[in-house]
């Protein structure tokens, strides 16, 4: 899985038959340096299922395990949400905790 | 996925009895950054079942999951285009919107 | 399978029913240069059913590949941890050699 | 698919057996840039069973998908030729056209 | 399939018991350039089942295709030496050949 960053979503009315009506969101991929979040140039489309908002930040799986949610079964889909991440520690450095609402 | 655009397509006359008719096409990979399409160096092609025009931004499945199509079943592809993307944003922010034609 | 250190843990509440309960930790990917290990910017988040510890070296595998353990399998997750590292030797120099607890 | 142009080949005697016999092939990963066609650094070894010769412009299928052609079946191979390129058009810009022999 | 030189070995004790008495070795990702094998920095481990030595260049077969080989079935093991080379040519230029014991 990569650490990815909510960061909008895709709007595609021509579609194939199985995908529509599936959640598109923009994910802009990170890695952690020096117990820092980090950017990386990477945008990804992950489907969505869990309702996860712009600004959050989430766990995405690639590949045919992609297809393993009840949703995206079947569908030519390489991406999905599998979590959205709450923190994330190293040792007793805490590289990121959600805000609450 | 990944964004990408279509630039063009792909003629190949001695092929794999299964890729036989089916329409490739040139697309170009992009990411997004700072709001704003950001072309990248990949170029791949991907398999065309939605009629996608030259200048189109698509979303593109990889994989074993590129096979789940009608058209690409049973095919030796590993990227299709799933959709025509008619919108992208970020918060209130328009990354990208589709001419009408 | 790619060389990995595990760095810390990542903590999700929301997730696909599948991955509630799979420990998840943060591996950043290291290759070898000249005899010796070298960072890379890429942080994978992968499974854990060895008990790895922060600072360990790991093996970890990708892809489909990543849902043939008990726990992984039916589940959206690419990345597991296969091995726990204790040396490495490339002829008579030793890469690595995990200390002893 | 990726487009690739074949520089070579490989031998290699010692292989595991379903592989014996296949024509492996080296090839060169190209992008296109400004309408041209730009070599990258990544060499592929791909299957053959097109015929492909030296100089040649192909698609490669990688992955799973690679083992979707009668020769590549149940065979440990991850990437094939599906196709070899007669021409490459970006609108009315002629990206790339096979010299006939 | 991608050219890797054989650099050294991996040692894991603790291990998915599938994993275990498969043999790891450590892999240097090549490619080819102007006729020469360059080093790229990518180290990957493989599985090894023909026995390959250090210092020798072989092909490694990555994804689901590396549990194609009756060690690796049903393992979860995502990269395999399928052949140790012996040759590499480009036209008439040979860019590597193995020397003999």
Chains 1, 2, 3, 4, 5 share one sequence.
Do not use: H, W
Not at 6 to 33: D, F, P, R
């Amino acid at each position: 899985m990569f650490i990815g960053k909510v960061t909008g979503s895709v709007v595609s009315t021509q579609k194939i038959e199985s995908v529509v009506g599936l959640k598109l969101l923009l994910v802009q991929a990170y890695n952690i340096k020096n117990g820092r979040l980090e950017v990386t140039p990477r945008t990804a489309v992950a489907a969505d299922t869990l309702g996860a908002g712009e600004g959050e930040f989430v766990l995405v799986t690639q590949g045919s395990s992609a297809r393993l949610t009840d949703r995206t079964k079947n569908v030519p889909c390489d991406a999905v949400i599998v979590g959205i991440i709450d923190a994330m520690q190293e040792g007793t450095n805490e590289v990121y905790k959600k805000q609450k609402d």
